[in-house]
């Protein structure tokens, strides 16, 4: 991004836009540790802490990515998950499911469960479960999920339950 100027002792100055540009907003940017200052002069913004980088939106994975075991690379097509991921399990068709405490990945809303295509894309199965899902077993026909949850797929489940891997 030309608009961002990065200086030693972490300053950051957005200069002023070009006529047509318009600014990202300040929360799509994120600084890599604390901003602790931050002031306006006219059109420039500078913040000041103990952060050395701003990651680009297009940068940030959020709490998950995909690599590649061959050359180390981030998969571009993943979606981003909004909340923490604990657990992982692969599908059985090069996708797999993930389990954690959060509400949507991409822009669709998943409760604390998801399938993910192996294209990266996400599966239509949802079970929803209403509280943190910890561990992940997958067989043929059934995925086993563990956590602090006691509801799953629309049943009262304590703790432990047994989701349809085609329906949840």
């Known amino acids: 991004a030309g608009n961002l100027l990065l200086s030693t002792g972490a300053i950051i100055s957005i200069l002023p836009a070009p ?3 318009s600014y990202p907003t300040l929360s799509a940017w994120l600084p890599n540790n604390m901003v602790n200052a931050f002031a306006l002069s006219g059109d ?27 050359n180390s690379t981030i998969s ?3 979606p981003f998950i909004n ?9 059985g068709n090069g996708g797999l499911y993930i389990g954690g405490y959060f509400s949507k990945v991409g822009p669709q809303s998943r409760t604390n469960i998801a399938r993910i295509n192996a294209d990266g894309t996400l599966h239509p199965w949802n ?14 026909n059934t995925v086993y999920i563990g956590g602090n949850f006691s509801s799953a797929g629309g049943q009262s489940r304590n703790r432990l339950a047994a989701l349809s891997a085609t329906s949840g």
């Open 127 to 140: 079970p929803s479960v209403n509280s943190t899902v910890t561990a992940i077993y997958v067989t043929s």
């Open 19 to 21: 006529t047509g540009f």
């Open 76 to 78: 571009p097509n993943f």
């Open 44 to 70: 420039t913004l500078y913040l000041g802490g103990s952060f050395t980088s701003l990651i680009e939106p297009s940068s940030y994975t959020g709490y998950g990515v995909l690599l590649s075991t061959t």
């Open 83 to 91: 909340g923490i991921v604990y657990t992982a399990a692969p599908d």
